[in-house]
């Protein structure tokens, strides 16, 4: 199986080469040139097999390259207890109805980004091996809050990597900061940018496709790669958990086989739900994938309208890792569903870095109305739905889920539909806190992050992460802050070189 790039389809690379490089030379990502299909004898046997061997299962049909020696190292490295809070890795809970909560946030960082960045180091440093590169890696990330942590964690004393985090100054949650400002490790470094999320993404996207930068980190033995969604290396891992708890549904007998469901997802940069597609394409029965955003709901209007208009007010709100403006995965989806014309995407992608806005073709709007539904709420409706929640069924959401509980409501109110359906359930709520106790009517202006926590667990009694718990003491490593268009220096400064 070989990867092409969105931009230029005459590119042609290996999973590894797509992995180590992070995203093309022309600017494109990286796709499989051919998505693999599994049978629903396939999805059902997984459904009898402990998590690594069902994320084996499927990476072998996407690293082709991978021996399945090499995969197993990586899986088995991964997702194991040493690393999640729970043997199963992800948990699915029935909510009510139909309705299941797929939680994605038992890892070391309390969101769904560990799910894929707990095993990119391993995919990377085997990638690297393979292709005898023998240059260090460094490792670029814009953040809106959860990457960069979890980015972090992965790749804390990865050796050969390094590793440098950029993040919206006043973009993301005090724990958040917390977390990346006292990350341990030797090989990491974190700066905060003046500039919101978008800002830190074009900068790195900048930084990459930069010749002048890559000669000079070539001529000193090091190479950037990305651990950012644009990369295949975390999108592949996000694929895994969507067929894998289709096929426990199975095992369970809350389905039958072939039964079709809805995936609600959470989205910032597309690259969650964009998983749930290629779990559809792969042949997982999905019926409606839907796409949840906050106020910056730039993706439910061009689902719904085929026009993408980044040129609007940009919100700061309590789902800070969806606030994003430019949905880098969003070029994979429609790579795909244009027929894979590259030209068309470098139209369309033109138009959105010089006037910000295009408009996609008839028969894309079609197969977009077909595959997706989108709504979005603001603030005040993310908080109205987790007070509901708790107090309905005792479960507490974060504000990032909550919205993909609000949008789902809405489209169940709206089409009458009951089919059974999953909604990623990204964030622990304990991320949160201050957001959290709010929307329960019981904020605490005074309270430090820490003492949000507790709070939080007198009144919901769900067990806090003690990674969180354990920040309180660590001391704040990393204070630096640039300009937006300072970030190039401030890497090669950094880099010494
Ligand atoms: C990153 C993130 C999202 C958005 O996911 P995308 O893949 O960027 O669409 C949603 N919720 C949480 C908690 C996140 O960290």
Redesign the pocket.
């Known amino acids: 199986m070989y990867y092409k790039s969105t931009r230029n389809s005459e590119v042609k690379v290996s999973s590894a080469e797509a992995i180590a490089q992070g995203i093309s030379k022309d600017g494109g990502l990286f796709v499989p040139e051919e998505i693999p299909a599994l049978s629903m004898e396939e999805i059902a046997a997984l459904g009898k097999m402990p998590y690594a061997d069902r994320a084996a299962a499927i990476f072998a049909k996407y690293l082709t390259d991978f021996s399945e020696k090499e995969i197993r190292y990586c899986v088995d490295n991964a997702y194991s207890v040493k690393n999640f809070d729970t043997e199963n890795i992800c948990e699915l809970k029935k909510l009510f109805g139909g309705a299941y909560m797929l939680e994605l946030?038992h890892g070391p960082t309390c969101?769904?980004?560990d799910m894929a960045l707990q095993i990119l180091p391993y995919l990377l440093t085997v990638s690297a091996e393979k292709l005898q590169l023998g240059k260090k890696i460094v490792i670029l990330v814009a953040t809106?809050?959860?990457?960069g942590k979890a980015a972090l964690e992965g790749f804390k004393d990865v050796e050969e990597t390094q590793i440098m985090v950029f993040y919206p100054e006043d973009g993301v949650s005090a724990m958040q900061k917390k977390q990346m400002t006292t990350q341990e490790g030797a090989n990491v470094g974190v700066c905060a940018i003046k500039g919101n999320f978008d800002d830190a993404q074009n900068g790195v996207k900048a930084i990459f496709t930069s010749e002048e930068i890559a000669e000079k980190l070539d001529k000193n033995g090091l190479m950037f790669s990305s651990a950012n969604?644009i990369n295949w290396g975390r999108l592949a891992p996000?694929i895994i958990y969507y067929i894998s708890s289709y096929a426990k549904l199975l095992a369970q007998g809350d389905i039958k086989a072939g039964e079709k469901i809805n995936i609600v997802?959470?989205?910032?940069?597309?690259?969650?739900?964009?998983?749930g597609y290629y779990a559809k394409k792969m042949g997982v029965p999905v019926n409606k994938l839907i796409c949840a955003s906050n106020a910056n709901n730039v993706l439910t209007e061009f689902i719904n309208t085929g026009v993408y208009n980044k040129n609007r007010q940009f919100y700061t709100t309590i789902?800070p890792?969806?606030d994003?403006l430019i949905?880098s995965?969003l070029e994979r989806l429609l790579y795909h569903i244009c027929g894979e014309n590259d030209a068309r995407i470098r139209e369309w992608f033109g138009m959105l870095a010089a006037q910000g806005r295009y408009e996609v073709d008839e028969q894309v709007k079609a197969v977009l109305k077909d595959e997706f539904y989108a709504g979005c709420c603001d603030d005040k409706e993310t908080k109205a739905c987790i007070k509901e929640i708790f107090n309905k069924y005792s479960y507490i959401c974060?504000t990032?889920?909550a919205v993909a509980v609000k949008v789902y409501m809405d489209y169940v109110k709206a089409t009458g539909d009951n089919t059974k359906t999953v909604i990623?359930s990204?964030?622990s709520p304990y991320?949160f806190s201050g957001s959290v106790l709010d929307a329960l009517g019981v904020s605490d202006e005074t309270a430090d992050e820490f003492e949000l926590v507790e709070k939080l667990l007198e009144i919901t009694g769900l067990p806090a992460p003690e990674s969180l718990l354990a920040l309180k003491d660590k001391e704040v490593r990393f204070k630096d802050s640039v300009e937006k268009d300072k970030m190039s220096g401030y890497i090669l400064g950094c880099l010494g070189i």
């Not at 809106?144 to 990457?147: A, E, F, K, L, V």
């Not at 997802?265 to 998983?275: E, K, S």
Request: proline share 3%; hydrophobic share 35%; charged share 10%.
């Open positions: 946030w969101a769904f980004k809106s809050g959860d990457t969604s996000q997802v959470p989205t910032g940069n597309f690259g969650n739900i964009l998983a789902s890792s969806m994003i949905s995965n974060d990032h889920t990623a990204t964030a991320k």
